[in-house]
């Protein structure tokens, strides 16, 4: 399994920005794709996670800005940030858990500046 993260990028405070993660290879029917980031200096945190149902969650300092979403068609799970905050800035991750498998993308750097 492999996964390929895009779409990051420099925005200024308040800006938008989506996020894209394909995964390849074998994709069981039933799966978690999240989002995860890390800042520098930091741990790295839980954004966002989808089932391959539909059942979402969010963690709270993106809760009414960023949506999680999926098209089971292409194994792409996908990142709308909204109202970007300079605390947004870091290395965001794409995660793909399978059973007791996980799976991490490349990560793809989001800037949020003036």
């Known amino acids: 399994v492999q996964l390929q993260a895009s779409g990051g990028g420099l925005v200024q405070p308040g800006g938008s920005l989506r996020l894209s993660c394909a995964a390849s290879?074998?994709?069981?029917?039933?799966?978690?794709m999240a989002w995860y980031r890390q800042a520098p200096g930091k741990q790295r945190e839980s954004v966002a996670f989808?089932?391959?149902?539909?059942?979402?969650n969010y963690a709270d300092f993106v809760k009414g800005r960023f949506t999680i979403s999926r098209d089971n068609t292409k194994n792409t799970v996908y990142l709308q940030m909204n109202s970007l905050k300079p605390e947004d800035t870091a290395v965001y991750y794409c995660?793909?858990?399978?059973?007791?498998?996980?799976?991490w993308g490349q990560g793809t750097l989001v800037t949020v500046s003036s």
């Open positions: 290879g074998s994709i069981f029917s039933f799966n978690v």
């Open positions: 995660k793909l858990t399978i059973g007791s498998r996980a799976y």
């Open positions: 989808i089932t391959s149902r539909g059942g979402r």
